[in-house]
């Protein structure tokens, strides 16, 4: 069983940046793929980022086209947590951000909801025009 929990979210401008944090509860982080999602008003919930497991410094990253250039994700195994660092923040990326995580046995990076197994609570992020 895999717990998360983000944080990081709040009010922010346009053009301004935010720093989402998911800390995670699991003995093997290091092999798990970790992705970003977020939730709309009245929309369905899509893909912002993911990054696959890590071995040292070496690990796999894909982000959403909306976002590229953007954001970034990054991992901390020895902090089991997973960052994504958003700047010049847009009114249109408003929504509920969700950490999730994924079991895989290869250098996989998900895009699809439906291969993640646990997710987190979520956290708001609003930016105002």
């Known amino acids: 069983q895999v717990q998360l929990v983000e944080s990081g979210g709040g009010l922010v401008q346009a053009g301004g940046s935010l720093r989402l944090s998911c800390a995670a509860s699991a003995r093997t982080f290091s092999t798990l793929c970790m992705g970003w999602f977020r939730q709309a008003p009245g929309k369905e919930r899509e893909f912002v980022a993911a990054?696959?497991?890590?071995?040292?410094?070496?690990?796999?990253?894909s982000y959403a086209d909306s976002v590229k250039g953007r954001f970034t994700i990054s991992r901390d195994n020895a902090k089991s947590t997973v960052y994504l660092q958003m700047n010049s923040l847009k009114p249109e990326d408003t929504g509920v951000y969700y950490c999730a995580a994924a079991q895989t046995t290869a250098w996989a990076v998900y895009e699809e909801p439906v291969r993640y197994h646990y997710w987190g609570q979520g956290t708001q992020v609003t930016v105002s025009s």
């Open positions: 990054i696959s497991w890590s071995a040292g410094s070496t690990s796999y990253a």
